[in-house]
Antibody, heavy 123, light 107 residues
Framework: QITLKESGPTLVKPTQTLTLTCTFSGFSLSTSGVGVGWIRQPPGEALEWFALIFWDDDKRYSPSLKSRLTITKDTSKNQVVLTMTNMDPVDTATYYC???????????????WGQGTMVTVSS | DIQMTQSPSTLSASVGDRVTITCRASQSISSWLAWYQQKPGKAPKLLIYKASSLESGVPSRFSGSGSGTEFTLTISSLQPDDFATYYCQQYSTYPRTFGQGTKVEIK
């Protein structure tokens, strides 16, 4: 079955760079149509999509965060790595990674999610 | 960006009630809409994709409808396990965007 799990620091200081890793199993990011996205959720607030990488290395970013983001994949390790530079307290949130399969009936909806990892930005 | 607006923001209902949540897109998204359920401290769970297709394993009391800019999620008979927050999400264009959420509370 498909599982995803986020890992990374729980606390970062303002201006630092955040690096999060999504480690997954049950699928391969070399399979046509597969993608892994990142979605975050500040405490008590709504979900916000901000990055996505596909099997063919196509990458998509939220315009509001694009200048700060880099998403990469390591197919051999079944991992997706996200870096976000210049962290600010407003970036405090739970960060989720999620799977999609473009060619499935579900299309680009996120059908499997990791448990999320809470990141606090504070000095 | 396409704005997704959900109404109501909060809904108080009783077990057995029929519940309807509306999601409006700021421009047409055809049927490229998903609905998720989220419980406190948990990841969202896909309920509905392509506006009206029920995800495998999701109870049939959940249904989705709509196309273009107006969508609804209906729970035909609210069960205790359904008290949660519900989000719509468009996947027609980038950036992908979510609604602000609808919290279904116990009346």
């Amino acid at each position: 079955q498909i599982t995803l799990k986020e890992s990374g620091p729980t606390l970062v200081k303002p201006t630092q760079t955040l690096t999060l890793t999504c480690t997954f199993s049950g699928f391969s990011l070399s399979t046509s149509g597969v993608g892994v996205g990142w979605i975050r959720q500040p405490p008590g607030e709504a979900l916000e999509w901000f990055a996505l990488i596909f099997w063919d290395d196509d990458k998509r970013y939220s315009p509001s965060l694009k200048s700060r983001l880099t998403i990469t994949k390591d197919t051999s390790k079944n991992q997706v790595v996200l870096t976000m530079t210049n962290m600010d307290p407003v970036d405090t949130a739970t960060y989720y990674c999620a799977h999609l399969s473009k060619w499935s009936s579900r299309g680009d909806s996120f059908d499997f999610w990791g448990q999320g990892t809470m990141v606090t930005v504070s000095s | 960006d396409i704005q997704m607006t959900q109404s109501p923001s909060t809904l108080s209902a009783s077990v057995g009630d029929r519940v309807t949540i509306t999601c409006r897109a700021s421009q047409s998204i055809s049927s490229w809409l998903a609905w998720y359920q989220q419980k406190p401290g948990k990841a969202p769970k896909l309920l509905i994709y392509k506006a009206s297709s029920l995800e495998s394993g999701v109870p049939s009391r959940f249904s989705g409808s709509g196309s273009g800019t107006e969508f609804t999620l209906t729970i035909s008979s609210l069960q205790p396990d359904d008290f949660a927050t519900y989000y719509c999400q468009q996947y027609s264009t980038y950036p992908r965007t979510f609604g602000q959420g609808t919290k279904v509370e116990i009346k």
